[in-house]
T-cell receptor, first 115, second 114 residues
Framework: DAGITQSPRHKVTETGTPVTLRCHQT?????MYWYRQDPGHGLRLIHY???????DKGEVSDGYSVSRSKTEDFLLTLESATSSQTSVYFC??????????????FGQGTRLTVV | DQQVKQNSPSLSVQEGRISILNCDYT??????FLWYKKYPAEGPTFLIS?????DKNEDGRFTVFLNKSAKHLSLHIVPSQPGDSAVYFC?????????????FGSGTQLTVLP
């Protein structure tokens, strides 16, 4: 299994509070991604990173910010949590471009409930 | 604008029979496709992929077929086993930039009945 650790695995928070989810990798992969999974929507990209301090928005980035200060860590922050952000969040990693496979490796997920 | 679509939310098959999961896409620039399998409370895991220069890729019980003219791909599982019961996602890497971030379909829940 790819060395990806997400923390926490479960969290319940109140509306309006900030929340930070952490993704840690031991594979030294360049690319890191945050997805959310919701019924009927599959996995949707929130933000991604293509290097330290290099990040970009995905399909559903509103209300989220990210930071990557080290290769191994990618943080997802909900600035002010809302009930619509109740979801399962997955971090993924991928090696540098130029490989023949575009496979991304996923963490175990974080189940976030906003009440 | 969903670029990757899985129109069947669920599929049930008998153990030993063939499972066929379908996926359609709209972006003709996609050059690679992947299938992922997901069990409850786990992250998705890579299953099989296919390049757009091929029309078939086989790996054991799993075969993916690509029909570029119809913008359609399918995953065949033969024979199906109860352990194959999971959600299956098709995905395609982005066509611009180096990150090649994956765009996923909405998934199909496969249930293999013993």
């Amino acid at each position: 299994d790819a060395g990806i650790t997400q923390s926490p695995r479960h969290k319940v928070t109140e509306t309006g509070t900030p929340v930070t989810l952490r993704c840690h990798q031991t594979e030294n992969h360049r690319y890191m991604y945050w997805y959310r999974q919701d019924p009927g929507h599959g996995l949707r990209l929130i933000h991604y990173s293509y290097g330290v301090k290099d990040t970009d928005k995905g399909e559903v980035s509103d209300g989220y910010s990210v930071s990557r200060s080290k290769t191994e860590d990618f943080l997802l922050t909900l600035e002010s949590a809302t009930s619509s952000q109740t979801s399962v969040y997955f971090c993924a990693i991928s090696p540098v471009s130029g490989t023949t496979s575009f496979e991304a490796f996923f963490g175990q997920g974080t189940r976030l409930t906003v009440v | 604008d969903q670029q990757v679509k899985q129109n069947s939310p669920s599929l049930s098959v008998q153990e030993g029979r063939i499972s066929i999961l379908n996926c359609d896409y709209t972006n003709s620039m996609f050059d690679y496709f992947l299938w992922y399998k997901k069990y409850p409370a786990e992250g998705p895991t890579f299953l099989i992929s296919i390049s757009s220069i091929k029309d078939k890729n086989e790996d054991g019980r799993f075969t993916v077929f690509l029909n570029k003219s119809a913008k359609h791909l399918s995953l065949h599982i033969v024979p199906s086993q109860p352990g194959d019961s999971a959600v299956y996602f098709c995905a395609a890497p982005g066509t611009s930039g180096s990150a090649r971030q994956l765009t996923f379909g909405s998934g199909t829940q496969l249930t293999v009945l013993p």
